[in-house]
């Protein structure tokens, strides 16, 4: 096979793609921690997130996963004999619930059907029921299924409870539009491998005043690595980092959103949307179906079914060896689906390469269909 | 425009994508060349480009353009009064003729349409008339116009007479099959930033004893940075650079080398002619006729004629635009062809993106065919 792994271009739904200026502000020196030079670039930075957040709440950046970041959200405003409110449409959104479980309080779980959204009348009923809930969560922009659930309206279905709003916004923010402040999110979790367009590495905790009046709370859980407060203590004593971060993911994250906002967030963010809208469009022309609700499609990640006797592990293997990487269906829908991310770097020119791969690969695995069809109709949305 | 510079993909007859292997290597800490670290290195690399080229004899490797190339294939074996016999079939041809006309030596020009190769016959015929010839010179590939000449042949229409032939191999060696000693070829030229993967800087002369004999002759043309005979007598001394050689294109060069053999040569060959193959019979799918003579294709560069009402530089803005860079056509054939390179690292993803490109920024400009027929051309091709 021609394509090693240091050549094959990612449109998993993250990591992606990183620009050749990261590459390089990542390689920067690396310079101390506590000095004016650092805290510079980290004030910079997280003011960067805060735009793209639409947001003035602080942001705490972690350095680890972005599970680390739906973690500290949730360790920092759990109180014992809390009643949490999990809405379950995929993979990631279990992931806010699991947490919860694991402070030992059985979250109240509404599960969706992979596909579909959260949707504001869910929220309202399940708030009658249940009308003392402290933390709702839900995902914003659903990975494993490729939905956007609208978080605007979840947020306003919330208004006259007391609950906090817990929203996972790893794969949403910088690829689609978040405004926290407007929308009333609480704490909006987001993650650098993804819109951010950074290697893993940093998790991004927005939190709302809100929020940070159940931190510190005596009857709260333990917290320290993830203490959201330690981290807004560092910011006030003029952005110190509690303790020493991933020094070349910061200068990387600083570079990275320098390049978003030379593009502009409104542009890229469209940009975004019509790289969704393509592949959508040269799916369909294919034959295929998508899994995603119409009108709640994700805009950085697509997801369709795999037509019937498609063999998804071939399928996959032939799209690997013509050098593209996409991602399966996880859970129950392992096999049946394929999903391809498109984030950061994504334009015109992957899209049109990537359909025309997955229609190499779907001919060579005998699928039929019109030959050209996806890259036909991918090139009528991007006309 | 979404792609910036530094975005864009390379698909211009060199200078090429580069891979991150090289890039890393070119990074590595700059080491003195007078060391026993240093003549290894150079060492192994010109070994790597012996193999390539398929020779025993010593290679020149100069910090210089590849035009620094020819001109010291030629300032090294030139001698006053010398008949010079220049094929001339395109752009490239035609400056190893300047730099016999620079010389102050009126070359025998035989000029041949663009698109049509030198062949035997046509150099048997000159040496009929011109039997005291002392250097004939031919361009491999023809970059200007995609055409392969059969070097092979050329050669062996050359026995019998007294002349070397020079051949430039710029944008053939490392891409295409190349023997020069079993072929007989006397002066090899070739350069880094084509189908060896770096980018631009250095030059490659191979030299047969031949050629060897013309050298340091009192009737010759004074040279310094360009003598052949001081990097030969460095070799001897123990891998030694005359002057202080690019060092990080050196590393490169031999990282470049290193996954040439990973590949297997004969595979990367293969893998060449393929991607030509595809990117001929997609563009002949979608009504567009070839430049380059049937039977002698260029394996590293595709050249077709714009059909008729197309304006070429919004064609190629289109494309440019979509993130991909292309060439035009040069001398009497710009705005009538545009060159597509496929050198390197160029696989099957490269072909259906560039191809794909390509047919959305025709229907862009108003060609009226049949779209995704040259998506599905160089589907078939690639299966």
Redesign the interface.
């Known amino acids: 096979m ?2 090693s792994e ?2 094959t ?1 990612l449109m998993i739904p993250g990591p992606v793609e990183i ?3 990261v590459y390089q502000a990542m390689n920067e020196h690396v310079f101390g921690h506590r000095t004016a030079h650092f805290r510079t670039i980290l004030q910079q930075a997280t003011e960067g997130i805060q735009k793209v957040l639409g947001t003035v709440n602080p942001v705490a950046i972690m350095a680890g996963s972005g599970t680390l970041g739906l973690h500290a959200a949730l360790s920092n405003v759990l109180r014992k004999g809390d009643e949490v409110l999990c809405f379950v449409n995929g993979k990631f959104s279990e992931r806010q619930a699991d947490i919860v479980s694991a402070f030992g309080i059985e979250p109240i779980i509404k599960e969706i059907p992979y596909g579909e959204p959260v949707l504001p009348e869910q929220v309202k009923e399940a708030l009658e029921t249940h009308p003392d809930v402290a933390i709702t969560t839900v995902c914003h922009n659903e990975t494993s299924t490729g939905v956007l659930s609208p978080l605007k309206e979840i947020s306003e279905a919330l208004k006259g409870s007391n609950s906090l709003l817990s929203a996972d916004g790893i794969t949403s923010a910088a690829g689609d539009y978040v405004l926290m402040d407007d929308w009333g999110v609480d704490l909006f979790v987001s993650g650098s491998q993804k819109c951010f367009g950074l290697p893993p590495g940093l998790a991004f905790i927005s939190h709302s005043p809100k929020a940070d009046e159940r931190m510190n709370d005596p009857n709260g859980f333990p917290t320290y690595y993830d203490s959201i407060p330690l981290y807004s203590a560092g910011i006030k004593k003029g952005w110190d980092a509690p303790f020493t971060p991933p020094i070349g993911l910061v200068y990387g994250l600083l570079e990275s959103l320098n390049i978003m906002f030379e ?1 502009g967030l409104e542009n890229r963010i469209k ?1 975004h949307h019509k790289m969704g809208e393509a592949f959508r469009s040269a799916f369909l022309a294919m034959g295929l179906s998508l899994l995603a609700k119409e009108n709640y499609h994700s805009n950085t990640v697509t997801t369709a079914l795999l037509p019937e006797g498609v063999n998804s592990s071939e399928f996959s293997r032939v799209v690997r060896e ?3 990487l996409i991602a399966g269906g996880q859970g129950h829908l392992k096999g049946k689906i394929f999903r391809v991310g498109h984030m950061n ?1 994504v ?4 899209v ?2 990537t ?3 997955i ?2 690969a779907l ?2 695995v005998g699928y039929e269909f ?4 996806g ?2 109709a991918a ?1 009528d949305v ?2």
């Open positions: 021609f394509y240091d050549l271009y620009h050749p200026r593009e940009r013509m050098g593209i770097l334009g015109p020119r992957e049109l390469m359909v025309s791969v229609e190499h001919r060579k019109t030959p050209g069809s890259v036909t090139s991007l006309m």
